[in-house]
């Protein structure tokens, strides 16, 4: 009877350790499982996120390298900056454009919003900052959702007169480039504006291109 008793209440203690314990892991279930699941929807929303940061910079240089030397090869316009642009201008900033929009392909929940071919001030920037009115030296695009392309703003906006020759210093010439990029589970937001800039000095003209 003594040994019945005692593998009796052996089992018993035994059953509520066990509860006591599936209780516990329970319990820590419930606290760390949100954790991890906002730790990874964090590693995707943010991954996702730096991806479109990429494109927009992978955008930017691409424009910057071809618009350093078509722009360059252009022939000058006015000798005014407010002055009408050449038409070989007209046509070299449809290329750089191209560029960016081949680059802008296959975004993942994120859309184009607008882009920028500007000479570079001392600041890196375009006269009146990326956010501001563009209108010096400076050409503006935005994103037409329905045909896919960059539309420029204003034929007004423009930069007939780059100087790309030793004897007067060279300029550089610049590409910005911003992407609206849509969260999926929208835990740190609904969107962010993500943008890429790329400045490089343009390419040495020919003695006749020099102005």
């Known amino acids: ?20 314990q599936s ?13 991890l699941i906002m730790i990874l929807i964090g590693i995707m929303e943010f991954g996702l996120l730096f991806t479109s940061y990429s ?13 350093a030397s078509v722009y360059s090869r ?16 007209t046509l070299a900033l449809a290329q750089i454009v191209a ?14 919003v607008r882009m920028m071919i500007f000479r570079v001030a001392s600041n890196g920037e375009p006269a009146g900052g990326v956010n501001g009115s563009c209108s010096d030296r400076c050409i503006s695009y935005t994103w037409n959702t329905t045909s896919k392309k960059m539309i420029r703003d204003s034929t007004n ?8 020759c030793l004897i007067n210093g060279y300029e550089s010439i610049g590409v910005f480039v ?15 504006f993500v943008s890429g800039r790329t400045s490089m000095r343009l390419e040495p003209g020919q003695t006749t291109l020099c102005s």
């Open 99 to 112: 560029a960016v929009e081949g680059d802008l392909k296959g975004l993942n929940n994120a859309v184009p």
């Open 74 to 89: 252009a022939t000058n316009g006015s000798t005014s900056s407010t002055g009408p642009e050449s038409a070989t201008q």
């Open 1 to 20: 009877m003594l040994r019945q008793s005692a593998s009796s209440t052996s089992l018993s203690t035994a059953r509520r350790l066990a509860r006591g």
């Open 23 to 35: 209780g516990a892991v329970l319990i820590e279930a419930a606290i760390v499982l949100p954790v």
């Open 178 to 192: 911003e992407i609206k990029h849509d969260f999926v589970t929208g835990v740190f937001g609904s969107n962010k």
């Open 55 to 67: 494109k927009a910079l992978g955008a930017s240089r691409s424009g910057a390298r071809v618009a």
């Open 157 to 164: 906006k423009k930069w007939p007169n780059p100087q790309r």
